[in-house]
């Protein structure tokens, strides 16, 4: 897949995460539309997420508009997406909360473009064009 221009907001899930670089949403035949975009070819897991169906009874887009952030469901998939991919969503949302969502996509934009014009897979750890390996590329 190559890097939009701009990546759309709607990508920015409710938990942190940006679903442009998620492995899912790169699937080069059907990618899905993001924790917030439509349900088509989205996996189960992510369809039944509980920390988006939280927010959403909430009425919150987004984890972070809670007086519960960070729940104890955020720091759990938090120590996971630390420990397995060096990512914080929490960090991610506390970013988004103060710069707002444009900012955040603009630099994760940067962040995860390859210099072939693809995308770095956060979960895969490598280009979806040129399938150099995130390691090579830049520490994280």
């Not at 949403?25 to 059907?30: D, Q």
């Not at 060096?86 to 996509?105: P, R």
């Not at 770095?120 to 399938?131: I, Q």
Request: net charge positive; with cysteine.
């Amino acid at each position: 897949m190559i890097m939009p221009q701009s990546i759309d907001t709607f990508l920015f899930a409710p938990c942190g995460m940006n679903c442009m670089v998620c492995y899912v949403h790169l699937k080069i035949k059907k990618p899905c539309h993001g924790c917030l975009g439509d349900n088509v070819d989205k996996p189960d897991r992510c369809i039944n997420c509980k920390i988006k169906h939280c927010a959403n009874s909430k009425g919150h887009n987004y984890c972070y508009e809670c007086n519960d952030f960070p729940c104890k469901n955020i720091i759990n998939l938090e120590k996971s997406y630390i420990k397995r991919y060096k990512t914080s969503l929490i960090t991610n949302s506390e970013f988004v909360k103060k710069n707002g969502i444009i900012a955040f996509m603009k630099k994760e934009r940067e962040k995860w473009f390859c210099t072939c014009e693809g995308v770095m897979s956060l979960h895969d750890r490598y280009c979806t064009e040129c399938k150099r390996s995130l390691d090579e590329v830049v520490e994280l």
